[in-house]
């Protein structure tokens, strides 16, 4: 493929033109991150249950309210016991599987030659899941349906075999925990799907909610999509341009 002249000038066009669009969306990133902290910086601060429910009850609008988390109907397996927010049962053979694997060698006449070996290895593959939530968490005081509030990841707690090929593994939320949820107080309640940041205070949440730039995402992406446009570009018949 010959670059010619035109198409160098004609890409260094395409790359300029890119980047200007590139910085306006930019600056429109950080103008929303800028608004959304303005938001974080405003919201009220709630550590009392009281008050939280003043809050609701008078539609206050966005907080930080920091309290406890716990199911108000907690949630268990009976082969491991123990009480649960949130559990994952998941069900794993092991499963035999093959691969050809590439080789090289050098043959008689000295010259490099590729062959194929077939390869065995085995893996434990999900098969299915099962899992259980509670209906009903106790956040500060209050009552809320579990779907109110995002309840925090899950973690491993055990394995449990059942034979030579089937094992079965489980995930699961603690029955309670402490940490700060950001939200809208409206409507005698809370927003949906509230998120819940586990073993935080309200400083170390507004912290890390405000710290969040995207900005390097979006020149990630941008940088590749950039890159695929100008290679597309070469890659094309351009008679035109001679």
């Given at each position: ?208 909610l405000e710290s969040r730039d ?5 020149w990630l992406v941008w940088a ?19």
């Amino acid at each position: 493929m010959e670059v010619t002249k035109r198409e160098v000038l004609a890409s260094v066009g395409i790359v300029a033109v890119m980047l200007l669009i590139g910085m306006v969306i930019s600056q429109r990133i950080w103008q929303a991150k800028l608004d959304q902290d303005e938001i974080y910086q405003k919201a009220a601060e709630i550590a009392d249950a009281e008050l939280f429910q003043y809050g609701m009850r008078t539609g206050l609008g966005n907080a930080f309210v920091h309290g406890e988390l716990s199911a108000v109907d907690p949630v268990s397996f009976p082969e491991i016991g123990g009480e649960y927010m949130a559990l994952e049962k998941v069900k794993e053979r092991h499963t035999r599987h093959t691969r050809q694997v590439r080789h090289t060698r050098t043959n008689a006449k000295g010259k490099t030659e590729t062959y194929y070996t077939t390869e065995e290895y085995w893996t434990w593959d999900r098969v299915s899941s099962e899992e259980k939530t509670c209906k009903e968490v106790l956040f500060c005081g209050s009552v809320f349906p579990s779907t109110k509030i995002q309840l925090p990841g899950m973690e491993y707690i055990a394995t449990i075999r059942e034979s030579a090929k089937i094992r079965y593994k489980y995930y699961g939320t603690g029955a309670s925990c402490t940490g700060m949820v950001f939200t809208e107080l409206r409507d005698g309640g809370i927003s949906e799907d509230s998120p819940f940041y586990k073993d935080m205070d309200i400083e170390e949440a507004r912290k890390f909610l405000e710290s969040r730039d995207w900005r390097w995402v979006f020149w990630l992406v941008w940088a590749g999509v950039t890159g695929a446009l100008t290679y597309g570009f070469f890659r094309l018949e351009n008679r035109w341009m001679e």
